[in-house]
Every structure is written in C-alpha cells, then in structure tokens.
C-alpha cells in the first residue's frame, strides 16, 4: 500500500521555519553591547559639555557682576577729594583706615589720582609743594640756544596772546627748538581780590582747556615749564592738591612740565654739569628791579649756585651776574592789571632769545642775549620796533 504525503502539511513546516530568526551569536551580541555603550557614553559626554559650558559662563557672569558689585562698593576719587579738603596732607595708611579698605585699595586710589593730575609724591597725596628740586638733562653740546617767556597769565583780560604767537612766530625764524617758561602760564583764580572780574575762564578743567587751545603750537618747538605752587596756578594745588602743570601737559604734550616752583636742567654733559634754574619765587617786587634778583642768589650755598638763572613771577626783565650766575629776570606776556597799578608795578612786557657757550670742560665761556621788548601806545595798544 502506497504511503500517501501531505504536500499541504510539508509546506507550512517549511514556511514556519523560515520565518523564524537564528538566535545571534556570542559575537554578535558583544557588538551590540559595545555599540549601545559607545552611543550611551558620546550622549553622556555631550551633556557633560554642554553642562560645563553653562556653568563656566554663569561662572564668568558672576564674576562680572562680582566686579560690578565690588566696584561699585569701592570709595573712589571722591571720597579721597571730600577727605583731602580736611587735611592738608594723606598717606596710603590714613587713606586705607579712613575708608575702612586695604592698603591695596588705597595704593590704587593714590596711582589713579596722581594720573589725574594730583599732586602725589613718596606715597602721599598733599596740597603742599615737594620739598625736592626737580632736574633733567638736555645736552646741547657746546653752543646752546633757547627762549625764555614766562607769566603769560592765559585766561586774563589783559593777557597778550596774539603777541605770544609773535614770540612763537620769532623762535620758529631763529631756529629756536626750546623754550623755558618759569611759570603763570594761566591765571587761575582767587589769588587776589577783584581778580574774578578780570578772568574770562574759571574752574581747572576749563582753565587748562583754553590755554592749550590759545598757546602757540609751532611743530619742532617745545616748551618746559614749571608751576606756581602758591599764586595763580597754585591755587588748584592749595585748594585740591590738583597739579596744573601736569594736566597741561597731559593736554598739550608739546609742554614739558617740569615741577613746582623750579627745576634745574643740565645743559652739558660734562663733568662740571652746568645747570640752567627756572624759578617761579614768592612775595612781591621791590623798588630796585635788582634787589630780588640779589637777595635769591644770594641765598645760595656756593655748590647750590646754578650756572643760569631764570626767574618769572615778579613782571620784570633784566640780566645781570650775581655771583659768577648768570641772571635772567624773564619778563611777561600780561599788560599791567588794576592789580598792578594799584601798588605801581611796572610790567615789561616781552621775551628773550640766549646764546650760550660752553668750554669741552662745561665752563660758561660765552652768553649772548636778545631782549624782544614790546611798548604800549597811548591808547593802550601793543607796538615794538621790530619785525617778525
């Protein structure tokens, strides 16, 4: 008997176990593990980034804001100007307990101040002038020209501008490239009574704004100038501990300020180092226009003496040796004020041009000097007998 096979049977068989999947191998399966691993750990790594990229920024941001906090908390260049209206002088320490902050604090309070302008020496900060003499050096070598010009008294009514762009005008022709100005470049305020009706300008910034607006700025020409520490100019110093000098030449770059009161600069680079002393000196003139000239060289020790003396302050203009010193009274650049006309001074109005000549040794051989006089007509105008 023929055995008879399902064929229907035999192809379901077939069908079911085609469609089932083979079980994956110890390979396969290690692969698997290892990919899920490495997505797992590349997501990880991207969230760890992104995480630390927003705590660094709010980190950053709360550092600024920590700054602007700390700023904002710190006594600044105010709080110093209210204590140095008290006191006369402050040092880092008074400064650091008076605001209750560290003497870092302080220390960058007097760097800030003193880039202001203020008068900040050895640490403190004082409305007094220093007690040391300022000194350069500016060789020449053995022929040496220069123009003096001082108390121009810019800010003034009867301050002469016009004809300081004259005296400017006359160093640029001769070949000036220096000129010395022993002080009263600006008239400041409250030196004397009544001077508030002769000034055009007031307050610091306003005052060193219109002088180096008005002052002559002649290419290859630079003026040193030193400050009064006690008229004019020296009022800002006594008042505010503020140094005119020193924010005019932040101002005016081409105007060298040198110190307060005087400075001496060396002229020769040699061993007996001749030195030519602006001054800008206190009190008044006296009935001989020499006599003041007398009494302060005569107040100097012989190794003190300088071998040129240039002295501003007191209007006048004369040269005379005093004790082997050869001596410039430098004139003005200011008309006589009531001030002036009250008490009968005098004012010689113009500028000089020097000559000197100096020895290989730094001996004083030769002085020539050119004194550039200006009158006054009877109308009160400007008139001189030469040329520009």
């Not at 030196?191 to 002559?216: C, F, H, K, S």
């Not at 400075?263 to 006296?286: K, Q, V």
């Not at 009531?338 to 051989?365: C, D, N, Q, Y």
Request: glycine share 8%; charged share 25%.
């Amino acid at each position: 008997m023929v055995k008879r096979i399902d064929k229907s049977k035999k192809r379901t068989t077939r069908q079911t176990t085609a469609g089932k999947k083979k079980p994956p191998t110890l390979e396969t399966f290690a692969d698997g593990q290892t990919t899920a691993r490495f997505v797992e750990h590349q997501d990880l790594a991207r969230r760890n980034r992104t995480l630390k990229s927003t705590v660094t920024s709010q980190e950053k941001e709360l550092v600024l804001l920590r700054n602007r906090l700390e700023e904002h908390e710190r006594p600044g260049v105010v709080e110093v100007e209210a204590l140095l209206a008290k006191r006369k002088t402050l040092s880092r320490e008074e400064i650091a307990q008076a605001l209750s902050a560290s003497l870092e604090v302080a220390d960058d309070l007097l760097r800030d101040m003193a880039q202001r302008g203020y008068n900040v020496h050895d640490g403190v900060l004082s409305r007094f002038s220093p007690t040391h003499r300022a000194s350069v050096e500016h060789f020449f070598g053995p022929e040496v020209r220069f123009g003096i010009l001082s108390d121009t008294h810019i800010g003034n009514h009867h301050s002469m501008t016009e004809e300081l762009h004259e005296a400017y005008a006359v160093f640029k022709r001769e070949g000036i490239e220096n000129v010395y100005c022993p002080g009263n470049l600006l008239d400041g305020e409250k030196t004397y009574r009544g001077q508030e009706y002769e000034i055009n300008v007031m307050g610091v910034d306003n005052v060193v704004a219109n002088l180096a607006r008005l002052w002559p700025q002649v290419k290859g020409i630079t003026t040193h100038h030193v400050a009064s520490s006690t008229c004019h100019e020296g009022y800002y110093l006594k008042s505010a501990g503020i140094l005119v000098g020193k924010l005019i030449e932040y101002a005016r770059p081409d105007m060298k300020y040198l110190g307060l009161d005087e400075a001496d600069i060396i002229l020769h680079d040699s061993e007996a180092r001749p030195t030519l002393r602006i001054i800008h000196p206190g009190g008044g003139s006296s009935y001989a226009v020499s006599y003041r000239p007398q009494k302060i060289v005569e107040s100097y020790s012989g190794a003190e003496k300088p071998t040129i003396l240039v002295i501003g302050h007191y209007h006048k203009a004369m040269f005379v040796d005093i004790r082997n010193v050869a001596t410039f009274q430098a004139g003005c650049m200011e008309r006589q004020t009531p001030f002036m006309r009250k008490r009968a001074l005098e004012a010689h109005l113009g500028f000089w041009i020097v000559e000197l000549r100096f020895t290989e040794e730094g001996s004083l051989r030769r002085i020539r000097s050119e004194w550039f006089k200006y009158y006054l007509g009877r109308e009160g105008q400007v008139l001189r007998s030469w040329s520009v």
